[in-house]
């Protein structure tokens, strides 16, 4: 990757970050908890919901998912790959630590799933094996192109650059930060990395309530 790509890496994900802090700034008065206490465990509401890109890709069990039909509970959409050296394991990680100190009525209600940016090496099975590894529970999504994911990457303002596929042993840069989608299947906003595990254990039973 060029540093002008870098460059532009940055400055993407810095302007989404901003955005994200000023729309919450409208919520201060709106809707349901302490909007100062979410935005401190890094959770960022918009205050319009965003929908989704009629994307199909596949999931960890080889089944055609609609990202646009991701309804009935609250995902989390994490943007990242299966042979990530950093960010990814340590942020399943601390997903499953997350949703192991959740009570039982928010677990029902959430779903964790993987979006991969690498598309090219991360099959199904390749998703289902290594998200095994943290929780059974978690859900993987792969897509026909690297274009697909971008989509939904764009969709909900997470960027990653795609990879030179063509050189051994590659990575993918992407942001660490999750999307926030309802169970109604808009996106409702983001949460910050790096994550605080003990501060969205706190926050997130109460915008789990949320329809």
């Not at 970050?17 to 206490?37: F, H």
């Not at 998912?65 to 990530?84: A, H, I, P, Q, R």
């Not at 764009?154 to 840069?173: G, L």
Request: with cysteine.
């Amino acid at each position: 990757m060029t540093r002008t790509q870098k460059t532009v890496f940055i400055l993407v994900a810095i302007v989404a970050l901003i955005m994200g802090l000023t729309v919450n700034k409208v919520l201060s008065g709106k809707g349901q908890g302490d909007p100062t206490a979410l935005i401190d465990a890094g959770i960022i509401l918009l205050p319009q919901s965003r929908q989704l890109p009629p994307v199909t890709m596949t999931n960890q069990n080889g089944q055609p998912v609609v990202v646009n039909e991701l309804k009935g509970k609250w995902s989390l959409l994490f943007f990242g790959y299966t042979f990530c050296p950093d960010i990814c394991p340590t942020t399943l990680a601390q997903l499953r630590q997350i949703k192991s100190e959740l009570p039982k009525e928010a677990v029902d209600k959430l779903q964790v799933i993987l979006v991969s940016v690498d598309p090219n090496r991360d099959t199904p099975a390749q998703l289902k094996q290594y998200l095994g590894y943290f929780d059974p529970q978690f859900e993987g999504l792969t897509g026909a192109s690297v274009d697909d994911v971008q989509k939904v990457s764009n969709a909900v303002s997470i960027p990653f650059i795609p990879a030179d596929t063509s050189k051994p042993n590659y990575t993918v840069d992407h942001s660490g930060n999750l999307a926030l989608i309802g169970p109604d299947g808009t996106q409702r906003g983001f949460i910050r990395a790096p994550l605080n595990n003990q501060k969205l254990v706190a926050q997130l039973p109460g915008l789990l309530q949320r329809k």
